[in-house]
């Protein structure tokens, strides 16, 4: 089955294991995120698992509060911190970034790996604080409970996330750097992948918001370790303080989240429409306007607070704005349909699963941005419902679409695509058992991190159980399937998919160097003709189609 | 607006504004979503590959319509903006002149009210309909958040400092009431219930003494004189003004700082002003007051701030306050009101 003139690549120029843990290779460092990435989401899952379980009876007859407490904030730190942030970026920005501005490699190799191991020192603190015991805190950490009265393993955790953090850092310079001075020749801005533009939209996120909240969770614990009155008023401290700080990050790296999910489906919708991306600069810049304005709106979520009512009017105002280039990518996507040639891969479900669900999770953000009916859902299931629409369906939507499109190219195997598609829908329904309800009982006003309801919020919370359940046996067949591809899946070449973009050049998978010779640009982005995609024999290397070798 | 099962009872003044700004909203999504939707389905469907239908190559963008695009959500955004801008910077502005104040007090994990004349409660509060209610409320520990979803009220409950939220319950029943702020291990057990009275079933609880233990004979400006005789405050806020300032009429008064800013004598002024006098010397004197921090609880410290603000010249006190010239239960006598907090 080997293709004749198949030269080592790599995945399989070495075997050993310290070619693996010292490498400083682009692709095979996203392979180590990829893997310890899916562990962490698997711990997540096991505690949303628990926390769903617990939440089908109203009173607390499965665990106890403090176990609850302690399965919420494991959810929640190590999704947001050690899976929804470093997701995307860490794993299919590192692997096609170099190879789509046809680079030989990042602009710090070295740096790279670094940011690894801070990323696996960093999840080993949050895992070792689980396994002590827990941490009871919720992933947002609010003072003064974090910084004194909290008995569980606060400093540890908060250790952890600070080394993630760094690891965040490490990335954004990286890609900062890469895509200003590693373009091939010809490949201007303007030629640049979306998915491009969107990894440097977060990377600028992640160099500026990280350090404050690294700073800010350092100052909890100096609070905690020697009483440092910064936010315990008891010690002369301002408990809001900590809020205005946390959210000057946390509001933006919710961005980080789905800004490259973003940009995933800006290359998923053109690619299987075989169309160039309709307006392409304005979702380009709609990017940037996300992560500029995404530093300007974090006060929305200190509303009911005691904030000065203008304040709260200013953030309301400005959380509005942000909803405008949400929305251009939303009608640029879907013009870009327009007059195609749509093509229903995996890839493509998911795309057109993610616009689905980030349309809800945008427009009940309207919601919450509107000061008088904020009041009534902050701090209920109305906000968790839609920022589980917006980064759990949006982001993971995002993430397994690119997965299955760029799979062929990490691994040189074709997934089955039934199977896919059969995943693709399972987990789509699914999600929206799970997270609907969740709307149904904030506007009834369902507190998060309840264990303990009132008994008559009970039916939507066992709907809500039974969709988890679903949408869990969506995420496992993937696994399940990928792995299985691995040794099983039929061989692909170069280009299955017949799109365009440097990284569809190379041998699948690439070799060490990515490309042979230096490409030169000279053609547009998404330079797709009026043609049908490849047929089911094409995918497969034995004829790579013409248009695959543009 | 006939009600949909959607959300709880409009059991407040604000209910309904807040219920009429959803609706808007809600129409406003399920016709943006729907118009997403079903063009995305319509392209899916008839531009599907394989499909033979012609079609016209090579548009990549078109200004006008970015723009159009673009310019449509903003407006819409901006309607929705003000019009939700209102109601909110009523409910946290100022109450009406004629509302009736109730302390809220929040701790690990219960509720704590008491009622201006005295009566207190735990986890349960009663008012009475059609009248407006004032809160004034204060952590002990760490932050809470009061919220009554069917008042649409809410508001968090911040150690350190006061915030109020006024409103006018109109619907007799009895409403949930939840801490929405995570607040640790009993979070979701810090729950209760509003009971929303006729006038005169709430005249007659309240004449009943609420017909709870933790009610006592004084209310709370006789209480915090009480406090006031026992930790002796009087001998320097008493006969030598010079030592330090007289408290008659303070209370709303702009008081100039040694610093030369000039405060607002409020609640967060007074209570401030007990627990770390350090921070707030008033122009002309030594920073000599002791901190009572530690000492008092903030039942204790709203109690004190209720007597300092019923400290009136024109009220027949007609000197700096001292034990001899007000009426007083002596603090030996008077029964001491339920602790749930520790003092020293
Ligand atoms: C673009 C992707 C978005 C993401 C990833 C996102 C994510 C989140 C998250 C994680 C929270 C909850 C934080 C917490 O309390 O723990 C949140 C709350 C909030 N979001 Fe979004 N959001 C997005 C879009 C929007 C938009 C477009 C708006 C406004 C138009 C918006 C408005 C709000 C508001 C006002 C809150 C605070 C609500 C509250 O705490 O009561 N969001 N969002
Ligand atoms: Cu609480």
């Known amino acids: ?550 | 607006m006939p009600r949909i099962p959607l959300l709880p009872p409009q059991a407040s003044n604000f209910a309904q504004s807040f219920d009429e700004l959803f609706y808007v909203l809600l129409l406003l999504s399920v016709f943006f979503a729907g118009l997403v939707f079903s063009l995305i389905l319509f392209f899916a469907l008839r531009y599907r590959r394989g499909s033979r239908y012609n079609r016209r190559m090579g548009h990549r963008g078109q200004l006008a319509l970015e723009i159009t695009w673009s310019v449509i959500p903003l407006v819409i955004g901006l309607t929705i903006f003000f019009y939700a801008a209102r109601p909110y910077a009523m409910l946290y502005g100022n109450a009406p002149s004629d509302a009736m104040e109730v302390f809220v007090i929040g701790k690990q994990w219960m509720w704590h009210f008491q009622h201006p004349d005295g009566v207190r409660e735990n986890n349960e509060l009663h008012l009475p309909a059609g009248k407006a209610v004032k809160l004034t409320l204060i952590s002990q520990d760490v932050i809470h958040s009061f919220y009554v979803p069917a008042f649409r009220v809410h508001r968090d409950v911040v150690p350190g400092r006061f915030t109020t939220v006024w409103f006018v319950p109109r619907i007799p029943g009895q409403y949930h009431l939840l801490c929405s702020q995570y607040c640790g291990t009993e979070h979701s057990r810090m729950t209760g219930t509003v009971t929303v009275m006729e006038p005169a079933a709430y005249q007659t609880w309240l004449a009943s003494g609420g017909q709870r233990e933790q009610v006592t004979r004084r209310s709370m400006v006789q209480a915090g004189e009480a406090l006031f005789d026992r930790f002796a405050c009087v001998s320097c806020h008493g006969f030598a003004p010079a030592r330090a300032p007289s408290l008659v009429d303070l209370y709303g008064r702009a008081e100039m700082l040694e610093s030369g800013r000039t405060v607002l004598a409020d609640h967060d002024y007074v209570r401030t002003s007990i627990l770390e006098p350090d921070k707030q010397v008033v122009k002309g004197y030594q920073p000599i007051m002791p901190s009572f921090k530690g000492q008092f609880t903030e039942e204790e410290v709203l109690e004190l701030i209720a007597f300092i603000k019923s400290l009136h010249t024109g009220d027949g006190v007609a000197g700096p306050p001292t034990g001899a010239t007000m009426p007083s239960v002596p603090a030996s006598e008077a029964p001491r009101p339920t602790r749930t907090g520790t003092r020293p």
């Open chain 1, 1 to 550: 089955m080997a293709q004749p003139d198949e030269r080592t690549n790599y995945l399989n120029w070495s075997h050993t294991v310290k070619s693996w843990l010292l490498t400083t290779d682009h692709k095979r460092i996203a392979i180590l995120y990829m893997v310890s990435i899916t562990v962490m989401f698997a711990l997540g899952g096991l505690a949303a698992a628990v926390i769903r379980m617990a939440l089908v009876v109203p009173q607390d007859t499965l665990i106890r509060h403090e176990t609850y407490n302690k399965m919420f904030s494991m959810h929640g730190v190590i999704m947001v911190f050690l899976f929804l942030v470093p997701s995307i970026p860490a794993v299919l920005g590192n692997f096609l970034l170099p190879l789509m501005v046809g680079a030989r490699d990042l602009a710090f190799p070295r740096l790279n790996l670094l940011s690894w191991y801070l990323y696996i020192i960093g999840g080993l603190c949050v895992v070792g604080a689980m396994l002590a015991g827990g941490v009871d805190t919720g992933w947002t950490f609010y003072t003064p409970y974090s910084s004194i009265y909290s008995n569980s393993h606060v400093t540890l955790t908060i250790v952890g996330v600070f080394i993630a953090g760094f690891s965040s850092i490490a990335t954004g310079i990286n890609f900062i750097v890469t895509t200003h001075k590693m373009r091939a020749p010809g490949l201007t801005w303007f030629r640049l992948p979306l998915f491009v533009w969107s990894l440097y939209a977060t990377s600028i996120i992640f160099v500026l918001g990280t350090p404050v909240v690294a700073i800010t969770l350092a100052l909890v614990v100096a609070e905690r370790v020697v009483h440092l009155g910064v936010f315990d008023p008891a010690l002369g401290g301002d408990p809001i303080l900590f809020q205005h700080l946390f959210w000057f990050y946390s509001h933006p790296a919710v961005y980080i989240m789905v800004l490259p999910s973003m940009g995933v489906v800006s290359e998923l919708v053109p690619c299987f429409s075989r169309k160039r991306a309709f307006g392409y600069p304005f979702i380009a810049f709609s990017s940037l306007a996300i992560a500029v304005l995404g530093f300007l709106v974090w006060g929305h979520h200190m509303f009911v607070s005691g904030q000065a009512v203008w304040t709260g009017m200013v953030f309301s105002f400005l959380s509005f704005l942000i909803a405008v280039p949400s929305a251009i990518k939303v009608f640029n996507w879907t013009a870009t349909m327009y007059k195609g040639r749509i093509w229903f891969t995996a890839p493509m479900l998911y795309a057109l699963g993610f616009i689905g669900l980030f349309t809800v999770g945008g427009l009940t953000g309207l919601f919450l941005a509107a000061l008088t009916v904020d009041v009534h859902v902050h701090d209920t299931y109305f906000v968790i419902a839609h920022f589980h629409y917006i980064m759990v369906g949006g982001a993971i939507m995002g993430y397994m679409g690119g997965i299955h499109f760029w799979w062929p190219k990490m691994t040189g195997r074709l997934y089955p695509e039934g199977w896919a598609k059969l995943a693709a829908g399972i987990t789509f329904i699914g999600f929206n058992l799970t997270f609907f309800p969740q709307f149904l009982l904030g506007l009834q006003g369902m507190p998060r991190r309840y264990h303990w309801y009132p008994p008559e919020w009970q039916s939507l919370n066992v709907l809500s159980s039974a969709g988890a359940s679903i949408l869990a046996v969506g995420y496992a067949i993937p696994l399940t399937y990928l792995i299985w591809s691995l040794w099983y899946g039929a061989k692909a070449g170069k280009n299955p998919w017949g799109a365009v973009g440097l990284e569809w050049t190379t041998t699948s998978p690439p070799p060490t160097h990515n490309f042979p010779r230096t490409p030169v640009v000279t053609w547009e982005a998404y330079d797709y003709r009026d043609e049908e995609p490849p047929t089911e024999e094409e995918r497969e290397p034995v004829s790579v189609p013409a248009g695959g070798e543009r």
